[in-house]
């Protein structure tokens, strides 16, 4: 059975770079046809898609995201990372990750990041 489950910091300063890593257990993050997901709901909104990474490595982002977001590996962890830089409060929100295959699931618990100074 899959799981996952985010880590990082719970609160970042405005301007900083976020980031998060997401542990992936029961299952490899190089399974082909299976992508790892970042999605992101704010207070009150419609979760956001963030971006993804593939079997191989290639990322995929959300454009509106792209010029902030990088999404990495480390596959003798089997970890996939998300950093969003130049955050700011509306990047206030709980983060998951989530693994991709004909649908979204599972999901990780979820982490709540504030960008406050």
């Known amino acids: 059975q899959v799981q996952l489950q985010e880590s990082g910091p719970g609160l970042v300063k405005p301007s900083e770079t976020l980031s998060l890593t997401c542990t992936v257990s029961?299952?490899?993050?190089?399974?082909?046809?299976?992508?790892w997901g970042w999605i992101r709901q704010p207070p009150g909104k419609e979760p956001e898609w963030m971006g993804a990474?593939?079997?191989?490595?290639?990322?995929y982002y959300n454009p509106s995201l792209k010029s902030r977001t990088s999404i990495s590996r480390d596959t003798s962890k089997n970890q996939f990372t998300l950093q969003l830089s130049s955050v700011a409060p509306r990047d206030t929100a709980v983060y998951y990750c989530a693994r991709g295959s004909q649908g979204w699931g599972p999901w990780g618990q979820g982490t709540q990041v504030t960008v406050s100074s």
């Open positions: 029961g299952g490899s993050i190089t399974t082909n046809s299976v992508v």
């Open positions: 990474i593939d079997a191989s490595g290639t990322t």
